[in-house]
């Protein structure tokens, strides 16, 4: 059952004023960009509301956005959850996992929690998973803007970082399209059953048989937001032809305060660290990955900062290397300029943030789309990269080396930043919203 909001009630401003409900799923990492554009659509006058998971409340709340509540609450046993996952072989069982057990069991409580404000609706715009949400567009005939937040979610045959990015002959680049096409079109006939619940609640609502809904069919019809920016993709031959690239849409929190002191004070007393993170998500089930990472920043003699969310709390100096600083979470914007080098999971969040502060990356991918975010950065100059089981102290200091003593990582890296920082994707997301609008009411 959904709280009353404590935010101010929404009053349209005049005839150019929507209600917009925007519908995500997820971690920070999916939420913020939402967040981010919420707010800017907010200022623009418009009546918007966000739709999430009951953890997110706080946070949207805060920042004086009308919040609504949906299932499921994917912070319920998420510790136990991405242990679990993180056994799993690979990115296809982890998101068989994800897909069959996390979000369809809640297709029909999504829908009816969104129900209760669809009836305010002019708008919606959608998250690449919230499947209910797209049902719900078709269902009561209201407009709806999809989004992507990385360019995995194209499935393009057209734009793959792995292997080669200038094809020898026509031929080799032929075969290179012929592989890659078959891959996608294997990887729908393995995950045909993924979409099952949703075709039998469509048959339930009455709706004809579409495009599948975790596939192409995710995608509007009107028009479709790349929220991530072109130095990551470009629009390929097989991308919906109304999408829009728009840049990064960052969030910035009107109540960001500065670091904490004795974070500040260590990063005031020496050289800046190598900061080490997992985002929201992977965090929960870290494995060796921070302990492994601050002893290979002491071998190479750098110092650190640990991101380690509740991991934080159960440490004591004693069990880390020295020069080294644990601390559950700080913004991502306010500790990443101040490194020299970023080790990350590959999430597109925490890839934005260190792409806009500028600094080197060593990816460690551990699930969903976060090998491929970590490829596209390898193929940019800006990071390395490192597969999960060869986390140890060893090869972490291997990767690091390079991307701290060769010039051309942090060149490349600052003048990717320039571009990213240049291109203001929450402003060109809701100029693309408002245009949008504005066309359908002519």
Not at 109 to 121: E, F, P, R
């Amino acid at each position: 059952m959904n709280k009353q909001p404590t935010s101010v009630a929404c009053h349209l401003k005049n005839e150019t004023s929507k209600y917009i409900v925007l519908v995500t799923t997820g971690s920070y990492g999916d939420v913020f960009p939402f967040l981010a554009i919420a707010q800017q659509l907010q200022l623009r006058g418009h009546c918007v509301i966000l739709a999430t998971h009951e953890t997110h409340r706080q946070i949207v709340e805060s920042e004086g956005i009308e919040f609504h509540s949906i299932r499921p609450n994917v912070h319920t046993d998420i510790e136990q959850i991405w242990q679990f996952i993180e056994l799993l072989s690979n990115s296809q069982q982890q998101l068989d996992y994800g897909i069959s057990y996390l979000m369809m069991p809640y297709l029909r409580s999504t829908y009816s929690d969104l129900m209760t404000v669809a009836h305010k609706a002019q708008l919606l715009i959608t998250h690449p998973l919230a499947c209910a949400a797209t049902l719900l567009a078709e269902k009561m005939q209201i407009k709806r803007i999809s989004t992507v937040l990385a360019p995995i979610s194209f499935l393009s045959a057209y734009d793959s970082p792995y292997g080669s990015t200038t094809p020898s002959s026509a031929y080799e680049e032929a075969l290179t399209l012929v592989a890659k096409d078959n891959f996608y079109r294997q990887l729908r006939w393995q995950t045909r059953f993924w979409s099952s619940p949703i075709r039998q609640l469509r048959a339930e609502l009455d709706l004809p048989p579409t495009s599948d809904l975790l596939f192409e069919g995710q995608h509007s019809s009107e028009l479709v937001l790349a929220l991530f920016s072109q130095v990551l993709a470009t629009p390929q031959l097989d991308w919906p032809t109304q999408t829009q690239v728009t840049g990064f849409p960052f969030f910035t929190s009107r109540n960001l305060k500065g670091l904490p002191k004795e974070l500040e004070d260590f990063l005031q007393l020496g050289s800046p660290p190598i900061v080490f993170t997992l985002g929201s998500l992977m965090v929960w089930a870290p494995g060796n990955f921070y302990f492994e990472g601050a002893i290979a920043a002491q071998q190479l003699g750098y110092r650190c900062v640990l991101l380690m969310g509740p991991g934080a709390h159960c440490v004591t100096k004693e069990q880390l290397p020295p020069h080294t600083y644990p601390i559950d979470y700080v913004p991502h914007e306010a500790i990443f300029p101040r490194s020299v080098a970023i080790v990350h999971h590959g999430g597109v969040g925490t890839t934005a943030q260190a792409l806009r502060a500028g600094r080197p990356m060593l990816i460690i991918p551990q699930a969903f789309d976060q090998p491929d975010n970590g490829a596209r950065l390898v193929r940019l100059g800006v990071a390395r990269m490192l597969e999960r089981q060869h986390t140890t102290a060893s090869h972490i200091a291997a990767e690091l080396r390079p991307l701290l003593l060769d010039k051309s990582y942090t060149d490349k890296a600052a003048e990717v930043s320039r571009i990213v920082q240049a291109e203001n994707g929450v402003v060109n997301a809701c100029d693309a919203i408002e245009s949008h609008l504005l066309l359908r009411s002519i």
